[in-house]
């Protein structure tokens, strides 16, 4: 990864999506990236088995699985004690728009949201924001994961009490 021209094709993705319909739009998408290592996972607990075993870059992760939300796996990768990689990049699927519904994947930890119909350019931008555009990550009692802010507000001036917790 790094600044500079991507190389998406060097990566390793691990698509959570119960909908084989869905992973198949996924790897047409994804190979017009000239990404071929995709490894395919229906509910949360096969892509936690796989993230257990294998070196995955970034996790594409559907908000409707079977057996947990996508918010509650993304949870686990980030909070959970044996988690194997609680800083892997994490972009989060999902039809529902709602902020009560994108508010949940943004305090579960999530990197970057993106709404279906899934369109190529905002899969290869959010692809883009977790390889060279990452942001910092923060640790407080109840949050662990990227920073919420996308921007400093220019007009607080208070202290910045994050500044120590960023890891």
């Given at each position: ?43 949360a607990a ?101 920073d919420r ?19």
């Amino acid at each position: 990864m790094g600044s500079g021209r991507l190389h998406l094709n060097r990566l390793n993705i691990l698509l959570v999506d119960d909908h084989q319909n869905m992973r198949r739009i996924w790897m047409s998408i994804l190979k017009g990236f000239n990404i071929t290592s995709v490894i395919e996972a229906e509910c949360a607990a096969q892509a936690l088995e796989i993230l257990k075993d294998k070196s995955i870059d970034i996790a594409i992760i559907d908000l409707i699985l079977p057996d947990l939300t996508g918010a509650e796996l993304i949870g686990l990768v980030r909070r959970s004690e044996d988690s194997s990689d609680p800083l892997l990049p994490m972009i989060a699927c999902t039809a529902d728009t709602r902020k009560s519904v994108v508010y949940s994947l943004i305090n579960a930890g999530v990197d970057e949201v993106l709404t279906k119909p899934v369109a190529p350019l905002a899969a290869w931008q959010r692809l883009q924001a977790v390889t060279t555009k990452r942001r910092d990550f923060i640790r407080t009692p109840d949050y662990f994961g990227p920073d919420r802010r996308r921007a400093k507000d220019p007009r607080y001036k208070g202290p910045d009490r994050r500044e120590s917790h960023f890891i």
